[in-house]
């Protein structure tokens, strides 16, 4: 599977949503849009590039959950990326600066 290939709805079933309202379905597009946009941030590789690499698709499904679950806003803490996304992100990553 590639990242492009992603789905609502290959979401939902990660986060054992049974029944997604329409609410779940619009922030899980959010989600999925914001974790590719990190990807790319973090690695400075473009849609194609991450499509190269399907370990990024776990990388994907794992942020996804996390703001799924997570969906207060953090202000006091020091919030660390989970250690498989920032392992399989740092073994792509081309933006070293």
């Known amino acids: 599977m590639k990242v492009s290939e992603i789905t609502v709805q290959d ?3 990660y986060c054992r949503i049974a029944e997604p309202s329409t609410a779940d379905n619009a ?13 790319r941030s973090y690695t400075g590789l473009n849609n194609d590039s991450i499509d190269e690499h ?7 499904y794992i942020l996804s959950q996390d703001m799924y679950d997570n969906r207060s806003l953090y202000t ?6 989970n250690n498989t996304v920032e392992t399989i992100l740092g073994m792509h990553s081309v933006n070293l600066l």
């Open 11 to 13: 979401l939902a079933d």
């Open 54 to 60: 399907e370990d990024f698709v776990i990388v994907v």
């Open 27 to 39: 922030f899980l597009s959010q989600a999925l849009e914001a974790s590719k946009a990190y990807i």
């Open 76 to 81: 006091d803490q020091k919030v660390s990326l």
